[in-house]
């Protein structure tokens, strides 16, 4: 599933740089030129990983990652910091501000694809394509299928993200607004009741094998995909 990259760097070049490589490797990627736009993308929807040049004008790389780790709905975003070669404090900084990884700069696509791969691996199970299988149930987000044994099971486009998120979250409580930002990349205009109905569905797609049973309403507080049935 390709993950959508925010990128934050002010050097035009470098920018566009980084933006077909990400391209070319299959994620979506939104471009902001300082720490300032990047905040406003973030407030808008969220990002799967956002990757910050550490030298900014205005709100440094640094300031950004320390801004997003301090708030309850940015917390989880992943963090690559990029940094100048060579310059160790400013790694270390970057570590300690809450960033996942860094890259140094000049930095090879490659490179750069890998370790954006291995931090979305760690960190966002929901934006790599590793098929995720619980109770028989298993999804399958390289070819967009979802079976349990050998029936293969029928959802809409938004019932299958739902599930994907769900089932690389198991065993915790998404309320509807987490749910909306997380599945929707909306949480302003999109109404919470969205959530209910494609729940909804979600469940009579799965009824056929008896699944929906793992897709639970917390009363009061959301949804959770759990084996417990108890
Ligand atoms: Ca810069």
Do not use: C
């Not at 098929?131 to 149930?137: A, M, N, P, T």
């Not at 915790?172 to 607004?177: A, F, G, I, L, W």
């Not at 009741?193 to 909804?200: E, G």
Request: charged share 30%; aromatic share 4%.
């Amino acid at each position: 599933m390709p993950a959508t990259i925010l990128a934050v760097e002010d050097e035009p070049a470098i920018l566009e740089l980084i933006a077909v490589t990400l391209q070319r490797a299959g994620h979506d990627v939104l471009k902001a030129p300082d720490a300032e736009t990047a905040q406003r993308m973030v407030r808008e929807a969220l990002p799967d990983l956002i990757l910050v040049d550490w030298m900014l004008p205005g709100m440094s790389g640094v300031d950004l990652s320390r801004r997003l780790r301090s708030e309850e709905r940015t917390r989880q975003i992943p963090i690559i910091m990029l940094t100048a070669r060579g310059d160790e404090q400013s790694k270390v900084n970057g570590l300690e501000s809450g960033a996942d990884d860094y890259v140094t700069k000049p930095f090879s696509p490659r490179e750069l694809v890998a370790r954006i791969k291995a931090v979305l691996r760690r960190r966002s199970p929901q934006a790599t394509e590793d098929v995720v299988e619980i109770k028989g149930l298993r999804i399958d987000p390289a070819t967009h299928r979802v079976s349990a044994g050998g029936t293969i099971l029928n959802l809409g486009p938004t019932e299958f993200r739902l599930l994907h998120f769900l089932m690389t979250h198991p065993e915790r409580v998404h309320s509807r607004p987490q749910l909306l930002d997380q599945v929707w990349g909306d949480h302003v205009f999109v109404e919470e009741r969205t959530v209910d109905v494609h729940i909804r569905r979600l469940r009579s797609a799965l009824e056929s094998t008896g699944h929906e049973v793992l897709v639970q309403t917390v009363r009061g507080s959301g949804y959770r995909f759990s084996e417990d049935m108890s």
